[in-house]
Structures are given as C-alpha cells and as structure tokens.
C-alpha cells in the first residue's frame, strides 16, 4: 500500500488520488457533453451541398468579417443563446461566412473567389452574390434561404437572438 505524506494534507493513499481523479474527469466529461448540446452546429457551402442533396432544410447565413464588432457581438451573445442554437441545429442549416474568406468556394457546381478591391480589401465572390442588398455589401448580414435555395429573407444589421427566433419563426 502506497501512503504519500503532505504538509497540507497530511497523510493519504496513493488510491486516494486515483478516486479524485476519477471523480473530476467524471464532472468534466459531463460538463464537455451537457456544453456539447448546446453548441452551434456549423457547415460549409460545400457541406451544405451535399446535405441539401440528402436532408432538404431551410438554410440561415450569417455573414461576417473579423474587423465587424457587431458581428463579433453576435457572435458571442445571439449565437450562444440554447434557444437559438437548439432551434437553429434542429430546423435549419447553418452556415457562418467571412465576407472577406481569401480561399475559392465550391456551391452549387461553381467556384466563388476572394476579390480585391484595393491594396489591403476586398471581398469574396459568394459574400456578394449572397448577401448584396442594393448593390452593397454590409456585415453582418443574415440570410434565410427556403429548400430551394431562393431567398426567404436578407438584412444587414446586429440581430439579437430574440429577434432572430422571431425571423425564424416566421419561416
């Protein structure tokens, strides 16, 4: 029998030490599953082809940049609401998009680019054709599309998550 001696503990066995372990990989295992329910299920165009093709739901955009505080903001409040999130992964498909992605994208049998529009900006193909309201392109911006892919509602502008269970709802 292993005995381990402590200042602050005094004296404990070895096994001791093995049962705590047990224990907080135990609660942490639980905690990670329980954080894992409510966590955004996100995709690709790439992978929502193909989903499209096998499970035909209705699809929201998010369209963001990095340098966008009110799409970090989303981000961090709207898209962690478990009302929202558990709505979204159930009924819809959901695609996050950088606006200003520098990698070529596949959807719907065509490649989309990354298109400079100066020294350091630009934008990218599929942002545009997507999210373009009046000829522009503003973040963030939120997009519904029906099975069909044809849009069911575009906007530029912060949602909250209760504004955006309520567009949702609609569809």
């Known amino acids: 029998m292993c005995m381990l001696h402590s200042k602050e503990y005094g004296v ?3 096994s001791d030490i093995i049962l705590i372990d047990m224990r907080n990989l135990l609660v942490i295992s639980l905690l990670f599953s329980t954080l894992a329910n409510f966590a955004q299920q996100t995709m690709t ?3 929502l082809d193909s989903a499209l093709l096998d499970k035909p739901k209705r699809t929201v955009i998010f369209l963001h940049t990095d340098w966008c505080k009110y799409c970090q903001s989303m981000k961090a409040t709207s898209f962690k609401n478990e009302e929202l999130i558990s709505t979204l992964n159930e009924e819809f498909y959901f695609v996050m998009f950088n606006g200003e992605e520098k990698e070529t994208v596949s959807f719907q049998n065509k490649s989309y680019s990354y298109i400079p529009r100066g020294t350091t900006t630009g934008s990218h ?16 911006t939120i997009v519904i599309l029906d099975t069909n892919l044809t849009v069911l509602y575009k906007r530029a502008s912060f949602h909250s998550a209760s504004e955006l269970l309520k567009v949702i709802g609609q569809f």
């Not at 193909?125 to 963030?140: N, T």
């Open 12 to 14: 404990f066995l070895a």
């Open 45 to 47: 165009f790439e992978e």
């Open 125 to 140: 193909e599929l942002a545009f054709e997507i999210g373009q309201i009046d000829g522009k392109l503003l973040f963030p």
